[in-house]
């Protein structure tokens, strides 16, 4: 069991855009400005592409944004391509970090 | 460039003990909280553990604790994960990052862990 909620996986096609949740509590999500989000793809480490909930790393397509209402925190991928097929994670800070401080991770898959 | 690079996984039995390193470059490695992070075949990410800039606080995820330790080389660029107790679900790929606030900026490439008789 995961200390943050995402669905396991999502899909869309080309062109199109997708949105990933990820739900926690007010310990985590909730209480800080301090979520990130992770693209993985098969036999690679993953990649940071949101921090601060909104902010983007130099080089990170700006098809990718972040953004958090009240314990629930979302990525949207917009003009979906096909290189976008990967797993996503999310993070946060939290209180409860021995838990643990990740997402339990989604597929997406372009259709 | 930050390049970050773990070694030492391998094959070790139930009750073992490993230790592994991250040898980290093209970043000012004292100024930088750094972590690990572990993923099982086929499983999701988890933080393990991490470790104040100056190795002055660890924390660690609660399946570790008094198990694994977290340690650094400021002088070296280097950072440590020393496993003690190994499990069978210890087993993983393990990376080491550098962390801010839970959030984790790089990532080296990953070294594979695995605990089996």
């Known amino acids: 069991q995961s200390a943050l909620t995402q669905p396991a996986s999502v899909s869309g096609s080309p062109g199109q855009s997708i949105t990933i949740s990820c739900t926690g509590a007010s310990s985590d999500i909730g209480g800080y400005n301090y979520v990130s989000w992770y693209q993985q793809h098969p036999g690679k480490a993953p990649k940071l592409i949101i921090f601060d909930v909104t902010k983007r790393p130099s080089g990170v397509s700006n098809r990718f944004s972040g953004s958090k209402s009240g314990n629930t925190a979302s990525l949207t991928i917009s003009g979906l391509q096909a290189e976008d097929e990967a797993d996503y994670y999310c993070s946060s800070f939290t209180t409860t970090y021995t838990l643990g401080v990740f997402g339990g991770g989604t597929k997406l898959t372009v259709l | 460039e930050v390049h970050l690079v773990e070694s030492g996984g391998g094959l070790v039995q139930p009750g073992g003990s490993l230790r592994l390193s991250c040898g980290a470059s093209?970043?000012?490695?004292?100024?930088?909280?750094m972590a690990w992070v572990r993923q099982a075949p086929g499983k999701g990410l988890e933080w393990v553990a991490n470790?104040?800039?100056?190795?002055?606080?660890?924390y660690y995820v609660d399946s570790v604790k008094g198990r694994f330790t977290i340690s650094r080389d400021n002088a070296k660029n280097l950072l440590f994960l020393q496993m003690d107790s190994l499990r069978a679900d210890d087993t993983a790929v393990y990376y080491c990052?550098?962390?801010?606030?839970?959030?984790?900026?790089?990532w080296g490439q990953g070294t594979l862990v695995t605990v089996s008789s």
């Open positions: 093209g970043l000012t490695f004292n100024t930088n909280w």
């Open positions: 470790i104040k800039n100056d190795g002055s606080d660890t």
């Open positions: 990052a550098t962390e801010t606030w839970l959030q984790f900026f790089y």
